[in-house]
């Protein structure tokens, strides 16, 4: 999956960059509602809906995901932001924290298709919000011709480009995510501890002073192309645990650090399309539940 280009996150009057917006580079002339028509059976169906993924890409975060407005509301914390391709937490860099490390878990949802191709991205990651890099993970559904597949990837600056490893993802499986800096190097990991061979240990290499590491996001994505914010998949509710992380050298969770709740809305209206709960005491966990397309 090599998504990318999302109208990503309204923060007031800030061109800012993004995160892992799933944008599709599909070629001239091709809607981002355009349904894709696998052949007969399904391996051919399969194979081909992880071909349409690798046309996928993720970068031009300037461009892509630019932060458009910021919804905060006065005295209430966290800050509450729109966006039209993001929903979930993010940890901001309005302290100066520079993050390390973040962890997130949850149970793999079921995604209901309709006949339009439509894609759900869930996954945890450094940088993005906020800047123009990005090390990101986690599991993504994609609903090709009113079928579902699942799939386990991963991306990493300066490619940018959605790296799937496992095609194996069912509803229901026990994921757990993580990002680890050290240095200069990033270790992405997924484990599917319910089909294991759609875990993965990657260690990759971002140039000293590149990749900035100014913010930590929990989302849930609608994946963009290049007409547009892709119809989000409805996955039900997705349900993130163990939301961990570390900033200049202290550990906590998602509340222990300036948060952001993000809700995603549909571009140029206040139609809702993915709404986050409240973070639990604990600050580590949340829900987001599909509202609409």
Partial sequence: MHPRLPSHLSRSALAGASALGLIVALGAGTAASASVHPAHGSASARATALAFLKHLK?????????VMGHATLSGKAPKQVTSTNWSGYADDNTSGTKYSKLAGKWTEPTGKCGSKTSLAAFWVGIDGYSTGTVEQDGTL???????????????????????????????GDKISTSVVKSGTSYTLKVTDSTHTANSFTKKESCAA??????????????????????????????????????????????SSFPDDEITMVKSGTSTVEAKPGPLNAAGNAFKVTWKSA
């Fill in 209 to 254: 002073g590149t990749c900035t590491d100014g913010s930590a996001e929990w989302i849930a994505e609608a994946p963009s192309g290049s007409s547009g914010v892709y119809p989000l998949t409805n996955f039900g509710t997705w349900s993130l645990s163990g939301g961990t992380v570390t900033g200049s050298g202290k550990s906590g969770t998602i």
């Fill in 141 to 171: 559904i994609e609903c090709v011709s009113g079928t579902p597949h699942y799939y386990s990837w991963w991306e990493m600056y300066p490619s940018n480009a959605i790296q799937v490893v496992g095609s194996s993802v069912k509803p």
């Fill in 58 to 66: 993720i970068g031009d975060h300037a461009t892509n995901h630019a």
